[in-house]
C-alpha cells in the first residue's frame, strides 16, 4: 500500500499543478517502498534528490501561476515553499555526507508536509485560478 494515497481532496483542478503534484506524490512513494525493501543509500540518496529537484521545479511552476494571476497571498505562499525547500535541501545534503540515515519519521515528515501544504495552502488559491488569469 502506497505511503501516499491520491485523492479528491488533493485536486486543484489545475492540469499541470495536479500532474506536478501526483509525480511528487510518487515520488515520496518511491522513497517509502525504498526504504521499506532496505535499498542502499545510494538508491535512497537519488531518489531523495529526485525529491528536491522535483519540488524545485514544482514550487517555480506554481508561484509563476500565481503570479499571473495576482494571487493575494503569493509571498506567503513562497514563503512556505522556501521553508519546506530549505529543509530538505538541508536534510539531502546531510544524508549524503552521512550525518543520519532513513527512519520511517522522515517518511512520516516528507508525508505531512506536502499532504498538508496541497490541501490546505494550495487548495487557497483554487478560487484565484478559477477566477481566471494568465498560465
Ligand atoms: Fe503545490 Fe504550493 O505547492
Avoid: C
Avoid at 535512497?44 to 501561476?65: I, N, P, Q, S
Avoid at 515528515?109 to 499532504?115: A, E, M, N
Wanted: proline share 2%.
Amino acid at each position: 500500500m502506497p505511503l501516499i494515497t491520491w485523492r479528491p481532496q488533493l485536486e486543484t483542478g489545475n492540469a499541470i499543478i495536479d500532474a506536478q503534484h501526483k509525480r511528487l506524490v510518487d515520488i515520496i512513494n518511491e522513497l517509502n517502498d525504498a526504504l521499506k525493501a532496505g535499498r542502499s543509500n545510494e538508491i535512497m540518496g537519488a531518489t531523495f534528490d529526485e525529491l528536491v529537484a522535483y519540488t524545485a521545479t514544482h514550487f517555480g511552476v506554481e508561484e509563476k501561476l500565481l503570479a499571473g494571476h495576482d494571487y493575494e497571498y503569493l509571498e506567503e505562499h513562497r514563503k512556505e515553499h522556501r521553508v519546506f525547500t530549505d529543509q530538505i535541501k538541508m536534510d539531502r545534503d546531510n544524508f549524503n555526507a552521512g550525518v543520519w540515515e532513513f527512519e520511517q519519521r522522515m517518511m512520516d515528515y516528507l508525508r505531512g508536509w506536502l499532504v498538508n501544504h496541497i490541501q490546505a495552502s494550495d487548495q487557497a488559491y483554487v478560487p484565484t485560478l478559477k477566477q481566471g488569469g494568465v498560465d
